[in-house]
C-alpha cells in the first residue's frame, strides 16, 4: 500500500487509531468548552456564599469559614486530622453541590481550606505519598471524576493513584448511620496493587469527608499489613 493511500484510506488501522485516540477526544474537549462557555453565559456562576458573581465559592467566603480543626486516631490511621464540621451551612452546601451536582470547579476553594488546616497545625507532609480515597468503577462512572482526587491535585503535592484500588461497590457510607455498620459496609472493599511497594514508607490518604473514620481506616488497614509505616488521614470536612 502506498503511502498515500495510509494516510487517507479511513480503514487504515493507523487512522483509526489517529481518529480514536487523538481526534475525538480533542474534539469531545471542545464541544464541552463551547458548552461551558454559553451555559456560564445564559446562567452565570454566583457564589454559593455571597452570590457574587464569578466564581462557586470566592476567596472571601473560603476564607471565612472558620476552621474546626479534628484530630484523632484509627486502629490503622496514626494522625487524622479534618478542617471544618460538616454541618457548617456553607460548607455542607460546598460538599453537596461537588459531590452529587457534580461541580468540579469547588475541589479548588476546598483543597484551600484544607492548606490554611496544614498551616494552622504545622503538619510536615514532606515525606509522604499522597493517595486519594479511590472510588468504585460504578461510583467513578456515576459521579465522572473522584472528588478526593481532585481535592488532592490541588494541594500541590504530587499523587499517586495506582497503589490502592477499590474492588467493589457498596453502598454509599453517607446512607449508613451506624458505626458498627459502615465498618462491615466497606470491610474487604480496597485492595493494594501487587506491583507496589509500600514496606516501610509513609503516606497520606486524603478524602472529602470523615464521619466515623471507617473508610479511611479501611485504606489505612490494606496499605499497613503490606508493611507501611506511617498512614496520615486529612479530610476537609468531619462529621
Given at each position: 500500500m502506498s503511502i498515500p493511500s495510509l494516510l487517507f484510506d479511513p480503514k487504515s488501522p493507523k487512522i483509526k487509531k489517529l481518529v480514536y485516540k487523538n481526534i475525538i477526544p480533542y474534539l469531545g474537549m471542545k464541544l464541552i468548552n463551547i458548552k461551558t462557555y454559553f451555559l456560564d453565559l445564559m446562567f452565570?456562576?454566583?457564589c454559593l456564599g455571597c452570590k457574587k458573581e464569578g466564581s462557586h465559592l470566592c476567596?472571601?467566603?473560603v476564607d471565612s469559614i472558620p476552621l474546626e480543626i479534628s484530630q484523632t486516631r484509627t486502629q490503622y490511621i496514626d494522625h487524622l486530622y479534618s478542617a471544618i464540621?460538616?454541618?457548617?451551612?456553607?460548607?455542607?452546601?460546598?460538599l453537596k453541590e461537588?459531590?452529587?451536582r457534580f461541580v468540579k470547579d469547588l475541589s479548588?476553594?476546598?483543597?484551600?481550606?484544607?492548606?490554611?488546616?496544614?498551616?494552622?497545625k504545622d503538619i510536615t507532609?514532606?515525606?509522604?505519598?499522597?493517595?486519594?480515597v479511590p472510588l468504585s468503577k460504578k461510583r467513578m462512572n456515576w459521579r465522572g471524576f473522584n472528588q478526593a482526587e481532585l481535592i488532592a491535585r490541588h494541594l500541590d503535592w504530587g499523587v499517586t493513584t495506582n497503589i490502592i484500588f477499590r474492588n467493589k461497590s457498596s453502598k454509599p457510607q453517607a446512607d449508613i448511620e451506624?458505626?458498627?455498620?459502615?465498618?462491615?459496609?466497606?470491610?474487604?472493599?480496597?485492595e493494594i496493587n501487587p506491583e507496589t511497594n509500600v514496606k516501610n514508607k509513609n503516606f497520606v490518604l486524603i478524602d472529602d469527608v470523615a464521619t466515623t473514620g471507617s473508610t479511611l481506616n479501611e485504606c489505612a488497614k490494606i496499605i499497613k499489613q503490606n508493611g507501611a509505616k506511617t498512614v496520615?488521614?486529612?479530610?476537609?470536612?468531619h462529621g
Open positions: 452565570p456562576i454566583h476567596d472571601e467566603c464540621n460538616f454541618d457548617h451551612p456553607l460548607l455542607n452546601r460546598a461537588f459531590k452529587y479548588q476553594p476546598l483543597a484551600k481550606i484544607v492548606k490554611r488546616m496544614i498551616s494552622e507532609l514532606d515525606s509522604l505519598t499522597t493517595i486519594p451506624n458505626k458498627e455498620e459502615r465498618m462491615i459496609n466497606i470491610k474487604g472493599d480496597f496520615i488521614g486529612i479530610t476537609v470536612a
